[in-house]
């Protein structure tokens, strides 16, 4: 077995920047950002832009003895903000390569030190974020890729605030810690170290809970005006057909349950008991593992596969499963899963969301159903291609792995009126990077194909088609191919080119586009002919495809990590003439015992349940969106999920299967006043 070497942060003085001096020597400057000295702070007044910032250079930048950057942070407006940091190892860094960057959203009148990881980085120990340090609060991350030896700039920025913004820098400095991360996961899968409102100390508190729980969920078992399917039985009852479908009312789209009463999605994904942490090379991390002989060790797994981390295989544990049993009992499993349907009920969700456990369905919530199309084909890279490269819809194998998964999907939920209906993949990589590329991206990946791919050809035959001639290819693109042969070969286009052959590159992205959407359309409506379609879950994607799934699908689903949906920026949506879904979306803070955020970060949890209201409240409002569906039921493991080494405060629950009583708390009240506030007076 091989084992990782333990992060052991020596305690070391910090080194300070002195912010004032760089001001002064203007190594420290302001763009669209406005800078004055108040005593050893700077006050940096934000434009109302894109992307004001305030930077600074570093000389002689190894900062590789350091864990983090620490940043000192005050919002002295009414109004909470959500501020970044980045560092860059290099002068060419573009905001995904040569950087690293974090946000986090610091409340009205707060002071906050945020770290940002620029030595090892947690990755390097199969975690998303490390324990605190110095009673700093860890960013969320995105982009981590940095080499902490050639540090060259850090900055401060906004990304296009709705007013000037003021924000005070206190100080920065690099920081180390005392802390090991020996024995930092206790026997329940918490943070070993701290106190905090629901932590677990015995198994008798667990059984406590339990019984708790119980009382409240009896008091409280679901929200009124409610039908069997969480329809509205207030508002106008529309044609019945025993299956969910569509239907605009008083301006707005709404799923219509099979009752025909109007429904609106509110959803949690993941509704599962439990997933395990990467144990192999990291045993000293844990102050409890189960022996062979206890009972828990069943909870005991095996990974391979893993998409990201340093241990591509090897046991994992899952606490949160091991939890479920003590405090359930023999029965465990039946229990949780019962359990979450009357959880869902009592806190006015309406949809069980992807990724869940088919035990979860039945339950008396509507569930949303899942595939992914995987095989032996052909693939295509677009530039962007996080989860993996494009299918290569055009190669025949393609298309019989269409058939097969689609044809392999589970017959129970076939025709089953509880099932709002089908997503297919999840976050494919529609787009590549850059203006140019992330509209064209599957056009380049095309081009850069080897010889004779079905894509390429597909491609060749278009422009065949349109030039005729290869003389006249050259001519429109300013290349100088001796033979439709010599298209074949696999090329390298520089993206600012795009704009002498923009036309035909975008002909092809739509060429493909109608080619995946048909395909999984006219699959999935032969096994299933009654089902929504609720499209694919974007994330990176550029308009062009959306406009293409729109044509297709029932509903266009999209996840969308930010903090509420602007009216403004999604006003296109409309245009699509069909309804839409969000998949994914969650905000997470680490006040209890939870080392990372997630993707959209919180002070705290009384914030992360307010800014819950503001999500759901701004999707209610748009003329266009159907739903949406929070990521996930429970948080990640603490010491990162076996996969990726994500370890994400984003649950309704942590690890010891117990409510976040904030979360709920909001959640009961703008659930309660969902169906009046979207359609208005009756």
């Not at 100390?201 to 809970?209: C, E, G, N, Y």
């Not at 009852?237 to 025993?242: F, M, P, Q, V």
Request: hydrophobic fraction near 35%; proline fraction near 6%; charged fraction near 25%.
């Amino acid at each position: 077995m091989t084992l990782l070497p333990i992060l052991l942060i020596m305690a070391q003085t910090p080194h300070s920047f002195d912010l004032v001096d760089a001001l002064r020597s203007k190594t420290a400057v302001g763009y669209e950002c406005e800078v004055t000295i108040q005593g050893s702070s700077l006050v940096a007044k934000f434009a109302k832009e894109q992307w004001p910032n305030l930077s600074f250079s570093v000389a002689g930048g190894d900062w590789s003895s350091a864990v983090g950057l620490a940043v000192e942070i005050e919002n002295p407006g009414a109004s909470p903000v959500q501020v970044y940091i980045r560092v860059d190892d290099d002068p060419s860094a573009d905001g995904v390569k040569h950087c690293i960057t974090g946000n986090a959203m610091i409340e009205p009148k707060k002071r906050v030190k945020y770290l940002i990881p620029v030595g090892k980085q947690p990755m390097d120990v199969g975690m998303r974020a490390f324990p605190p340090v110095d009673s700093g609060v860890w960013l969320s991350l995105w982009q981590a890729q940095l080499n902490p030896k050639t540090i060259c700039k850090w900055q401060v920025f906004l990304s296009s605030p709705k007013e000037a913004t003021t924000l005070i820098i206190h100080s920065a400095c690099l920081v180390g810690s005392q802390s090991l991360l020996s024995g930092i996961i206790d026997k329940y899968g918490q943070y070993a170290i701290g106190l905090w409102p629901g932590k677990v100390k015995s198994d008798a508190d667990l059984k406590q809970a339990a019984r708790l729980e119980a009382d409240e969920l009896k008091a409280k078992p679901t929200l009124p005006d409610r039908n069997a399917y969480g329809g509205w039985t207030k508002g106008p009852k529309l044609n019945a057909t025993g299956r969910f479908r569509t239907e605009k009312a008083n301006g707005k789209w709404w799923l219509v349950d099979p009752d025909g009463r109007l429904f609106f999605s509110m959803g949690i994904d993941c509704v599962w008991l439990g997933e395990g942490t990467m144990v192999t090379g990291r045993e000293s991390f844990f102050s409890w593992l189960p022996s062979k002989d206890d009972a828990l060790h069943e909870f005991l797994g095996k990974a391979s596969g893993v998409h990201s981390g340093p241990v591509k295989e090897g046991e994992t544990y899952d606490f949160r499963r091991a939890n479920l049993s003590r405090k359930y009992g023999p029965d465990w499993q039946k229990h949780a899963f019962d359990l979450a349907g009357q959880r869902l009920k009592s806190w006015g969700f309406n949809t069980i969301g992807n990724w869940s456990d088919h035990s979860a369905f039945n339950k008396g919530v509507p569930y949303v159903a899942t595939t992914s199309i995987w095989g032996g084909y052909k693939t295509i890279m677009t530039g962007n291609d996080y989860w993996g490269p494009m299918p290569d819809v055009f190669d025949p194998a393609y298309r019989e792995a269409v058939k097969q998964r689609i044809g392999e999907m589970d017959k129970a939920v076939i025709g089953d009126k509880w099932c709002l209906g089908w997503f297919v993949d999840n976050e494919l990589s529609w787009s590549g990077s850059g203006e140019e590329g992330g509209r064209y991206g599957i056009a380049y990946g095309a081009l850069r194909a080897p010889r004779n791919s079905p894509a390429k050809l597909a491609f060749i035959g278009q422009l065949k088609t349109r030039y005729q001639a290869v003389e006249a290819l050259n001519k429109a693109w300013g290349t100088s191919y001796t033979s439709w042969d010599d298209v074949n070969k696999p090329g390298e286009f520089k993206e600012t080119d795009a704009a002498k052959r923009k036309d035909d590159l975008l002909a092809f992205v739509n060429l493909y586009c109608e080619t995946y959407f048909k395909t999984i359309t006219d699959e999935l409506h032969r096994v299933d002919p009654k089902a929504l379609y609720l499209g694919t879950r974007f994330a990176w994607f550029a308009r062009d495809p959306v406009t293409i799934c729109a044509k297709y699908a029932d509903v266009v689903s999209f996840n969308i990590y930010k903090t509420h949906i602007d009216p403004k920026e999604y006003a296109w949506l409309n245009e699509l003439g069909k309804p839409c879904i969000i998949g994914e979306f969650h905000f997470g803070c680490t006040d209890r015992g939870m080392f990372h955020p997630g993707l959209v970060s919180m002070p705290d949890q009384k914030a992360r349940g307010a800014q819950y209201e503001i999500y759901l409240n701004s999707v209610l409002d748009h003329p266009a969106l159907v739903g949406c569906h929070w990521f996930q039921y429970a948080d990640e493991p603490v010491s990162g999920r076996w996969f990726d080494g994500e370890n994400y405060n984003i649950g309704f629950l942590n690890v010891a299967d117990a409510p976040y009583p904030e979360m709920v708390e909001s959640a009961r009240k703008v659930h309660g006043g969902a169906y009046s506030r979207r359609f208005g007076k009756l």
